[in-house]
């Protein structure tokens, strides 16, 4: 399951004729300056280091674990797509693995040793669905672009919306979502009563138990547990 956020002195040179006397004072005005700058740098690197200390860490989230950052570079971007996802196989990737995944953060995330996490995944049933190639497993923070890359859009942010089958919910502040502070989740029937299938954390990674769903509402309900819980849906268009 989910989000924070960052963010000389010039020295007139001396002519030929200058006096010694004159340029040694210049150098010591121009050192004493220096000094004074290095120490008030230095001031501010302290002052700006307590600053970033003291900001909130996320509560992470009691009713299910999610990812971490991936390992690779945030820097590459999505490959575009040509092709539209298939919905049913995208939901078909998540059936057809009940049973047979266990929860876990540290392994190939994404089913194929067994072991998955939600954005692992989510990405690896997104690609066999018709998704183009991913860069590297992404998170609830990354994946967003792989998803807009692939002709998702945003259509809702923390505002009720009408469930439809296919929409892709994300939990978890976007920008600090990764860890385990966010979720990622496709709606498998409309509204009302939407239910939603994922891999997930909620039998404490009991061996095969990975893959559940739920209804939606009772399950944004129970991990908000009556706080504020960022949610972003997507759609193809």
């Known amino acids: 399951m989910t989000a924070s956020a960052s963010q000389v ?17 210049a150098a010591t005005v121009t050192a004493t300056a220096n000094s004074t700058t290095a120490t008030t740098a230095q001031s501010l690197q302290v002052a700006n280091s307590t600053s970033a200390a003291s900001q909130p860490v996320p509560v992470q989230s009691t009713s299910q674990a999610a990812q971490p950052a991936p390992a690779q570079s945030t820097s590459q971007a999505p490959a575009q797509s040509s092709q539209k996802v298939n919905t049913d196989e995208l939901i078909a990737w998540f059936d057809n693995h009940k049973g047979q995944l266990t929860y876990s953060m540290t392994g190939n995330r994404d089913g194929s040793d067994g072991t998955a996490d939600c954005s692992g995944a989510m990405t690896e049933a997104l690609y066999e669905a018709g998704a183009s190639k991913p860069a590297y497993l992404y998170n609830t923070d990354s994946l967003p672009g792989y998803l807009t890359a692939n002709g998702y859009q945003l259509i809702s942010t923390n505002t009720p919306w009408d469930a439809q089958r296919g929409d892709i919910v994300i939990w978890g502040q976007q920008g600090a979502s990764g860890g385990a502070v966010g979720h990622v989740q496709v709606i498998i029937s409309n509204d009302p009563n939407a239910r939603a299938i994922s891999v997930n954390y909620a039998t404490q990674g009991a061996a095969g138990t990975a893959v559940t769903e739920w209804n939606y509402d009772t399950a944004y309900a129970q ?10 849906v997507y759609r193809q268009a």
Request: glycine content about 4%; hydrophobic content about 30%.
């Open 9 to 25: 002195a010039s020295a007139r040179p001396t002519t030929a004729t200058l006096q010694v006397k004159t340029v040694k004072k």
């Open 223 to 232: 991990t908000s547990n009556g706080k504020f819980l960022p949610y972003y």
